[in-house]
């Protein structure tokens, strides 16, 4: 039994700590204006408890987080090569649309991605953005990959030594892993590593999420998935760890027998490696990747659609593949984040014609500009509450 004076006591704090509890939380009204009044607002003034913010919007500058996963397995050298003598024609279009990007690259190498997370640009930097002048050559060194063009030489090298048994050597087994990249090629899980943690703050909460796997193989190669090796176990980490992100899955692989068949390693005299299992290093139809890619979505305007696009890794020019992507991309970029849920319904006026008319949608905070309004800039106006003056 509690002495009375204590009784009182407690009973008097439960009855306190009531109150508090059921009391309105208080926020510090100087951080609410601080956050929706920050660089990007042209003006802000604050006034019977809400912050009017006025801001510059081009459409379709939206912002995009854009990962590359690039296949470094044996076998890969000459598709890198390739796109990267045609990642400019990618950059043209984001850049002619004024899309706010940042580009991030990680190999299908689990053990690597674990332990490194993103590669390094030869900048030292983690991403790539339309702030850096030389975003091309930034690109292109990275995605051609040395470790893929040391591990198919030292293939061809025991091959023309050894013959078809090579892989049967001591030389093979001791010197393989010092060359060579894993050959277990992991695209999905290495990029649910890298996503559900948000490595190195690379996302965005107000960005899209754009991925791009380029592989010509399948998920491990035939060996059993794990769980975060399937398309399903990605798309459950997304809706769980980033409900409210828009995103999309593009897939650059193998599509058929014809070019499973042709993405071979060939030696220089265009002699196939072989061993007496068949071909040393062979490629495998990207089944787990089209099924992530053709999985259920909606696009920006809530229309259903696939996932993402499934291009050919064995078209000879990839022009196509990267003006397609691209051109996505820009169009997806027609959404403008506001601060807050707005008090009231926001207005938009075109900049240099106030009479002018733009169409477009709001759910919650973001506003979707109509397609084929890319290019217009616009004012933007807004109240958020931010609490008694």
């Not at 204590?6 to 009204?29: D, E, M, V, Y």
């Not at 030489?153 to 049967?168: A, D, E, Y």
Request: aromatic letters at 10%; one cysteine or more; a neutral charge.
């Amino acid at each position: 039994m509690y002495p009375m004076c204590t009784r009182t006591q407690f009973i008097i704090g439960i009855i306190f700590g009531s109150l508090i509890a059921c009391s309105p939380t208080k926020f510090n009204q100087n951080q609410q204006i601080a956050a929706v009044c920050d660089s990007s607002a042209t003006s802000c003034i604050t006034k019977n408890g809400s912050t009017e913010v006025s801001q510059s919007y081009k459409v379709g500058s939206g912002k995009v987080d854009i990962l590359f996963i690039n296949d470094n397995s044996a076998s890969m050298s000459k598709v890198q090569v390739s796109m990267s003598a045609k990642f400019v024609g990618f950059i043209q279009n984001l850049d002619s649309k004024s899309a706010d990007y940042r580009i991030a690259m990680i190999t299908t190498d689990l053990n690597s991605v674990i332990q490194n997370r993103f590669l390094n640009f030869s900048n030292g930097k983690k991403f790539i953005t339309n702030a850096d002048s030389d975003r091309v050559s930034l690109f292109n060194n990275a995605i051609v990959r040395d470790e893929t063009l040391v591990c198919e030489n030292f293939i061809i090298g025991m091959f023309n030594t050894f013959g078809t048994g090579f892989q049967s050597t001591s030389q093979y087994a001791n010197e393989y892993y010092s060359k060579c990249p894993s050959p277990d090629t992991r695209g999905i899980y290495a990029a649910n590593v890298v996503i559900s943690e948000n490595s190195s703050s690379f996302l965005r909460d107000d960005a899209n999420l754009n991925i791009i796997l380029i592989s010509n193989d399948n998920v491990r190669q035939g060996k059993a998935l794990e769980a975060n090796d399937s398309a399903g176990a990605f798309i459950s980490m997304m809706q769980n760890k980033h409900p409210n992100k828009y995103w999309d899955f593009n897939s650059i692989i193998v599509k058929d027998e014809a070019c499973r068949q042709s993405q071979t390693l060939y030696t220089a005299t265009s002699q196939i490696v072989m061993n007496q299992y068949g071909p040393a290093v062979s490629a495998g139809i990207g089944t787990e990747y089209v099924n992530l890619s053709n999985s259920a979505a909606k696009d920006i305007d809530g229309n259903p659609r696939p996932r993402g696009q499934i291009l050919d890794i064995c078209q000879s020019d990839y022009s196509h593949h990267f003006s397609a992507m691209s051109i996505q991309i820009a169009q997806e970029a027609r959404m403008f984040t506001m601060k807050c849920v707005p008090s009231e319904a926001p207005s938009v006026i075109v900049a240099g014609n106030p009479q002018a008319s733009v169409s477009y949608t709001v759910s919650g905070n973001k506003i979707i500009f109509a397609k084929g309004t890319e290019g217009t800039s616009v004012t933007i106006n807004y109240k958020c509450y931010t609490g008694p003056t």
